[in-house]
């Protein structure tokens, strides 16, 4: 029998071939592929505007974000909210506050309601495009296992609920270090208020405060935890960053500090020369150091964005110059931010952008930097940031118009240098109230001149009052003016809230030790 030799085809060849090359060919489909940023946003509860090098402090030693600072790019409108849970939902949905948290003020403790489950946070948007994601510290968007983060996005939780100042005041959450206790409420005064079946907010008599590692309570918060607080959570961010060097991730560090009561760590108690709050501004500066240097160790640096802000405007304790006021208030010292964004590489260093920005802007930056998409069934109200944060030539601002909101009600408008700030957003006080209601008038002022709002030229400027009361009054059919308007979104809500732990000390069922 004869044997013919079969001469592969074309086509035969031309398969083995790709089959032999497969392999080369993934390797360096995946070595081109663009690698995913990481992304660290470090929060700081109730810094003041000048409480930091980079934007005057005179006071406090901050040689970390000094060099943050140096090595990257200030944001020097950066926007947060007049007080702590309204700041928090913008940054986690990126809408105005009021859009998606509907409430006169913050949260407390057993409070009914919380950030609805239906609102999509920035950690679920980019844990569905392949992030480990973290949140290490105050969280204040619901204390109630359906508000948490573990059910919000994040991967890993460690923290406290709400405000550090939320507890009972003979566990040290009433009164700084050094401070006497106050003496135990009785029973009877410890009970929650009849008003929270009605409004959803309990009031002012806090159960203990809990320290919950994912849906764990994990201890009682007291002075001696208080005091532990930043570096806890600076040691649990770094070895987050660690563990996950090899993936893109997202850390969301919210600190406590510094927040009454002022509690700076043992090792920086009495360091400075300026008191308790100046030593916690010191101690945050470290935990700032230890994360950038985490990353510049791990060579994580060139390819990590970290943004630097706080929730809200300093209280008197704190420095807001030159700005006017503190927290609480619509005041630009209320809700502007001490803001630095530093990623080596991408962000231009030792530069600064006056262009508005704010909370509100975080999720839809992050979320296309990420590749990720935003929720297109629902209205955002921030913008994309990053050519702004680059400094790419000619780069704007995504905002024509920022809206002042305290609470449910608008107090301001401001478009491009003029902000209008209406004459309700201080309602008058003391034996003159009529008079001065009476002669009530919005006020103008332009921030470029005069960032100190001492000088109301509204009467000198009558057709920048009309067009920014224009523009103020176009919201009536979106957030509404005050109250509830048609672009609100309803909170989240539960039936029968309970503390995480007891005023009897006992911890809620199913977040005892596992």
């Not at 305290?406 to 240098?417: F, I, M, W, Y």
Request: proline letters at 10%.
């Amino acid at each position: 029998m004869k044997r013919f030799l079969t001469v592969p085809t074309p086509l035969i060849l031309l398969s083995l071939l790709s089959l032999c090359l497969t392999p080369l060919a993934v390797v360096r489909a995946a070595e081109m592929a663009p690698v995913k940023p990481n992304f660290v946003v470090i929060n700081i509860d109730d810094m003041g505007y000048a409480d930091i090098g980079p934007f005057g402090s005179k006071i406090n030693r901050t040689p970390n974000l000094d060099r943050m600072a140096k090595e990257g790019r200030k944001l020097t409108s950066f926007y947060g909210a007049p007080v702590c849970s309204p700041s928090r939902s913008a940054l986690m949905t990126g809408c105005y506050p009021k859009r998606v948290l509907p409430i006169p003020n913050v949260l407390f403790p057993i409070s009914a309601v919380g950030l609805n489950p239906a609102e999509r946070t920035v950690a679920e948007l980019l844990k569905e495009a392949g992030y480990a994601t973290a949140c290490i510290g105050k969280w204040h968007l619901g204390d109630q296992p359906e508000f948490l983060p573990p059910r919000r996005g994040f991967d890993y939780y460690l923290g406290l609920p709400y405000s550090n100042d939320m507890g009972p005041g003979e566990d040290g959450s009433k009164s700084s270090l050094g401070e006497p206790l106050p003496k135990r409420a009785a029973d009877s005064e410890r009970s929650a208020p009849a008003s929270i079946a009605e409004t959803g907010l309990a009031g002012p008599n806090q159960p203990p405060l809990p320290l919950v590692e994912n849906e764990t309570v994990i201890a009682r918060v007291r002075q001696d935890e208080q005091q532990g607080l930043v570096e806890r959570y600076t040691t649990a961010a770094v070895k987050f960053i660690g563990a996950h060097k090899d993936t893109p991730f997202f850390l969301y560090l919210p600190h406590n500090a510094v927040h009454f009561p002022i509690y700076p760590g043992k090792k920086w108690a009495g360091q400075s020369p300026r008191g308790n709050y100046s030593d916690w501004v010191e101690e945050v500066d470290w935990s700032v150091g230890r994360v950038l240097d985490t990353l510049r160790e791990l060579h994580l640096d060139s390819r990590t964005l970290v943004l630097f802000t706080s929730d809200n405007g300093g209280t008197p304790r704190a420095v807001n110059a030159p700005l006017r006021g503190f927290k609480g208030s619509t005041w630009e010292g209320g809700m502007r931010e001490p803001t630095i964004a530093w990623w080596p590489g991408k962000i231009p260093a030792g530069t600064s952008s006056d262009a508005i920005s704010g909370m509100f802007d975080v999720l839809p930056t992050l979320v296309k930097l990420a590749g990720g998409k935003a929720p297109a069934d629902r209205k955002l109200d921030g913008g994309d940031l990053w050519p702004v944060l680059a400094g790419e030539e000619g780069a704007k601002s995504p905002h024509e118009v920022f809206y002042y909101y305290n609470g449910l009600k608008l107090q301001g408008v401001r478009s491009g240098p003029w902000k209008l700030r209406f004459a309700s957003a201080d309602p008058p006080a003391g034996k003159n109230a009529k008079k001065q209601n009476a002669v009530g008038q919005d006020q103008l002022y332009n921030l470029d001149s005069d960032i100190g709002e001492s000088t109301n030229v509204a009467e000198a400027n009558p057709s920048e009052v009309a067009r920014l009361r224009a523009l103020a009054d176009a919201m009536k059919d979106d957030l509404g003016l005050d109250g509830i308007g048609p672009g609100v979104r309803p909170l989240g809500r539960v039936a029968n809230p309970q503390p995480l732990i007891g005023a009897d000390g006992k911890i809620r069922e199913g977040f005892g030790p596992k």
